[in-house]
């Protein structure tokens, strides 16, 4: 696994989750590359690639923040949405179908929640 200090100029980042190994820290998916790299802080590593958008996994795992600049795509399907991204890559995520957004999170069962409309181009 590389670390972000290298790449940083070179990738742009498509998502951040947890690292399952070390909680505190975040694995960093970028476009166009397959692997993960590896950061020791997952805070501070949202709070730098701010502003990213919280999703949960389709199967309700704890989910990841993603960087909405890079969706080229959202395809809907019932509960779940797929995400995808520039390089065609994708991503599964759980969307409450009363929810006029992708926010997906785990409170979103229990009330309706609502992004800006700049970031739902077309609807």
Known sequence: MQTISRYRS?????????????????LLYWLGIPEPSQEVS??????????????????????????YEVVREVVQSGVMDRLIFF????????NDSNCADICNLYSCRRHTCHLPESLHPGR
């Not at 070179?10 to 070390?22: G, H, K, N, Q, S």
Request: net charge negative; glycine share 2%.
């Open 10 to 26: 070179e990738r742009t980042l498509r998502f951040v989750v947890r690292d399952p190994a070390a909680p505190a820290a975040a």
């Open 42 to 67: 997952f805070s501070e590593v949202t709070l730098r690639f701010s502003p990213l958008i919280q999703v949960v996994f389709a199967d309700e795992r704890p989910g990841a923040f993603v960087n």
């Open 87 to 94: 390089d065609d890559s994708w991503l599964d995520v759980w």
